[in-house]
């Protein structure tokens, strides 16, 4: 863990205070988190931000909240991953939105100098996860970062951004502690998460009440995350997808580690509770509808992996509009094979 010292206390923005915390050393609290039930200005509020602070607090003093874990542990090992294949060495690396640090127990010191690890639950920063990394916790929030700009080589982010209310100003706060060449690689739920429970309540739901109300949460579609890295300021960019599939005894179970996982729904719109009855017919209905040979129903998690770079001159750059020497008509008539064997 990183000592106490003035080093790193200078990557802060003015209003960080330091305090003594257990199990974390020295850690640095930051302004950054708002407000309970506070969000950015002009955005959309979509969701309850104080209750998920709640909800992901709750997950992190259960008894066991490696039950829960899979998940997590399998995208912050992707994203560990994919940031293996960049062939350089980050000296300072953040990560938003880290819950108990699935990322960085998948790094290691020789890539990465120094991790800050941000979330808005003080509990998940306290039962963090062990890393060889020298690791710093911050309490903050995704749209408020509390650091000075061209700060990091480097900031990941693993299925925290799903819950901001404002993803353009969360993107434009990551592109701006990042230094100039510096990267960003995250990877959020997209929007075909969960299809089969929110079709299951939706059916149940409309036959046992003559409507109804959204029970998961509204995701980012993957065309406008590519216009939204765009806008913050982010070039080189890379976004795909993956799925993944887990399978679930019923639907009560997936609910449940849903809950330990601290992803309940806290959209401002949820419906306060379902009736018994309702419930009964959408776990009826998902194992009607999507139950696999062996008797488990199966939950598709679908995740947007994305790559972002801030600009620096020594970056590759498409040439400018007109400056071709050969035409695309003229492609075809070029025997570049034939030419290269004569070379060879």
């Known amino acids: ?66 039950r829960f874990d899979y998940l997590r542990e399998e995208v912050g090992s992707q994203i560990a991953d994919r940031v293996y ?9 953040l990560d938003v939105g880290c819950g108990r640090g699935y990322i960085a127990q998948h790094l290691n010191k020789e890539t990465i100098g120094k991790f800050f690890q941000t979330d808005i639950a003080e509990n998940a920063l306290k039962n963090s996860l062990e890393t060889e990394i020298p690791t710093v916790s911050v309490l903050a929030d995704e749209e408020f970062l509390p650091f000075q700009e061209n ?36 990877a959020m739920f997209g929007g075909d998460t ?6 299951s309540l939706q059916l149940a739901e409309t036959e046992r009440e003559g409507g109804f109300s959204p029970h998961i949460s509204p995701f980012t579609a993957v065309n406008d995350l590519g216009h939204l890295l765009g ?32 992803e309940s729904n806290c959209s401002w719109n949820r419906k306060a509770l379902l009736h018994r009855d309702t419930m009964l017919a959408a776990a009826a209905v998902y194992r009607e509808m999507y139950r696999n040979s062996d008797g488990s129903v199966p939950a ?29 008509g003229e492609l075809g008539k070029l025997n570049l094979m034939s030419e290269g064997k004569k070379s060879q």
């Open 151 to 186: 700060t990091f080589d480097l900031v990941v982010s693993s299925l925290s951004l799903h819950w901001v209310n404002d993803l353009p100003r969360a993107l434009e706060q990551i592109h701006y502690v990042l230094k100039p060449d510096g990267v960003f690689v995250g």
């Open 85 to 93: 294949d960049i062939a350089r060495d980050f000296p300072l690396a």
């Open 1 to 66: 863990m990183l000592k106490a010292g003035w080093l790193w206390r200078r990557w802060l923005r003015r209003g960080a205070v330091g305090v003594l915390a257990e199990n974390l050393s020295y850690r640095e609290v930051a302004s950054g988190v708002p407000p309970l039930g506070s969000t950015s200005p002009g955005a959309l509020n979509i969701f309850d931000r104080s209750l998920k602070r709640k909800q992901k607090n709750w997950a992190a003093q259960q008894p066991e909240p490696t």
């Open 231 to 262: 806008r913050a300021g982010f070039n080189t960019l890379t976004v795909d997808t993956d799925e993944i599939q887990v399978n679930y005894p019923g639907m009560f179970e997936l609910m449940e580690d849903l809950q330990g996982m601290g």
């Open 194 to 199: 969960l299809y089969e429970l929110r079709c």
């Open 300 to 328: 598709t998690y679908q995740i947007y992996h994305m790559i972002g770079w801030k600009y620096h001159d020594s970056q590759a750059r498409p040439a400018e509009r007109g400056s071709a020497t050969v035409s695309f």
